[in-house]
């Protein structure tokens, strides 16, 4: 059983243009979710999907944000119109509906914007 | 709102000695979880323990043990016979029925040779 992955692993891009991220979770794992990791700190939820709906969203997760998970199975995550304070590690996790609270994590995509 | 604090931004300790990492948390709900995450540096992060509010007895895994009071809303770690490869950052975590995980701001662990 392979872990969850996520792609990119580092990715830097100048403000103002669009980036996105795929995860691909613990299969049969149902739920889905994004955690954003900021220098320092403890990463903060941003948005779950159970299959392919997703059934919260943060306040952090601004318009300029958005993700999907098509078909239940990967999702990405995209972030329009960068800006500087987006930079972070954005961390996938996933896990199996009966055992919601057993998240495994993702190693994390680290976003530099410059 | 639910809230996890770690007061402890960096600990160190020799190898093979025992150090204990606090967390206190808030919460109204009578039913959810406590767990230790471990985040090598560069590394994706991994569950150390976990406790469940419901069970009295605190969880032990190997080297690693936790000090659960409920009625204080504090949760520590022990680790024992501590190893260089326990270096990392350590967050204190919360779970409930809002199907999110809350994290503290971690504690920087520093393992002395």
């Known amino acids: 059983d392979t872990g969850v992955s996520q792609d990119p692993r580092h990715k830097i891009t100048k403000r103002g243009q669009n980036v996105t991220f795929r995860c691909d979770p613990i299969?049969?794992?149902?739920?889905l979710y994004w955690y954003r990791q900021t220098l320092g700190q403890g990463p903060e939820f941003l948005t779950y999907f159970q299959n392919e709906a997703q059934l919260e969203k943060s306040r952090l997760l601004s318009d300029r944000f958005s993700a999907e998970r098509p078909k239940g199975s990967f999702s990405t995550l995209e972030i329009q119109r960068t800006e500087q304070g987006d930079s972070a590690m954005y961390l996938c996790?996933?896990?199996?509906?009966?055992?919601?609270?057993?998240?495994?994590f993702g190693p994390g995509t680290r976003l530099t914007v410059t | 709102a639910q809230t996890v604090t770690q007061s402890q931004p960096e600990m160190s300790v020799q190898e093979a000695e025992t150090v204990t990492l606090s967390c206190t948390y808030d919460t109204s709900e009578s039913d959810y979880y406590l767990f230790w995450y471990k985040q090598p540096p560069s590394r994706q992060m991994i569950l150390v323990i976990r406790q469940e509010a419901y069970k009295q007895q605190n969880a032990t895994e190997n080297r690693f043990s936790v000090n659960f009071q409920k009625a204080a809303k504090s949760f520590s770690l022990k680790i024992s016979d501590s190893q260089l490869g326990d270096a990392a950052m350590y967050f204190c975590a919360y779970f409930a029925r809002d199907d999110k995980i809350i994290f503290g701001k971690g504690t920087r662990l520093h393992i002395l040779p």
């Open positions: 996790a996933s896990s199996l509906g009966r055992r919601v609270y057993e998240q495994y």
């Open positions: 299969s049969e794992h149902n739920r």
